[in-house]
T-cell receptor, first 116, second 115 residues
Framework: AQSVTQPDIHITVSEGASLELRCNYS??????LFWYVQSPGQGLQLLLK??????LVQGIKGFEAEFKRSQSSFNLRKPSVHWSDAAEYFC??????????????FGKGTTLSVSS | NAGVTQTPKFQVLKTGQSMTLQCAQD?????MSWYRQDPGMGLRLIHY???????DQGEVPNGYNVSRSTTEDFPLRLLSAAPSQTSVYFC??????????????FGEGSWLTVV
């Protein structure tokens, strides 16, 4: 079965410290992988995506993620967190059934708090 | 080019009432989907469509109905609303079959409360 696991429900990081959000997936074929961010009361913003090629993917706002096939992981990282990064982060894999382009499977999310 | 437009943005329903959440895109996208978002659950797929006249069920389809008579519109119908359907609903669209690199566009969400 296709699934996404985000093991950490809530993480608190000091401003300026590094960040790593974990994502593990189960998918029968080569996955397409995504990280989205959502601020309270807002919609989803795409941070980055992986389809093929270089396993280290650069995204917006200074985020990067590394695809590790052997570990079925796609962890999100940022070297120095800013207070404005406080939000909820979602990892997603797709497409469902290898055909439906917008049908993604989302993890349950990780809430990031940033302390001063 | 308005992107993905969802209406209404906020709605309060009484148990048993029916309603339709509208989703429209003006980008000629073939793929469209509906998700619901609940606290601690992430986004869960309700229904999706790969083109006009073609729809399929996602992870949580019960209580919802969809149709895709045009490329532009993908309405989500609640046939008899239940408090368990209180949620935030997101519509998404994407251009082109066989084009995994194309961007998925999400609407801004529709907040639904069933009392």
């Amino acid at each position: 079965a296709q699934s996404v696991t985000q093991p950490d429900i809530h993480i608190t990081v000091s401003e300026g410290a590094s960040l790593e959000l974990r994502c593990n997936y189960s998918y029968g074929a080569t996955p397409y992988l995504f990280w989205y961010v959502q601020s309270p009361g807002q919609g989803l913003q795409l941070l980055l995506k992986y389809f093929s090629g270089d396993t280290l993917v650069q995204g917006i706002k200074g985020f990067e993620a590394e695809f590790k096939r052997s570990q079925s992981s796609f962890n999100l990282r940022k070297p120095s967190v800013h207070w404005s990064d406080a939000a909820e982060y979602f990892c997603a894999v797709g497409p469902l059934n290898n055909q439906a382009g917008t049908a993604l499977i989302f993890g349950k999310g990780t809430t990031l708090s940033v302390s001063s | 080019n308005a992107g993905v437009t969802q209406t209404p943005k906020f709605q309060v329903l009484k148990t048993g009432q029916s309603m339709t959440l509208q989703c429209a895109q003006d980008m000629n996208h073939e793929y469209m989907s509906w998700y619901r978002q609940d606290p601690g659950m992430g986004l869960r797929l309700i229904h999706y469509s790969v083109g006009a006249g073609i729809t399929d069920q996602g992870e949580v389809p019960n209580g919802y109905n969809v149709s895709r008579s045009t490329t532009e519109d993908f309405p989500l119908r609640l046939l008899s609303a239940a408090p368990s359907q209180t949620s935030v609903y997101f519509c998404a669209s994407k251009l082109g079959r066989g084009a995994p690199g194309n961007t998925i566009y999400f609407g801004e969400g529709s907040w639904l409360t069933v009392v």
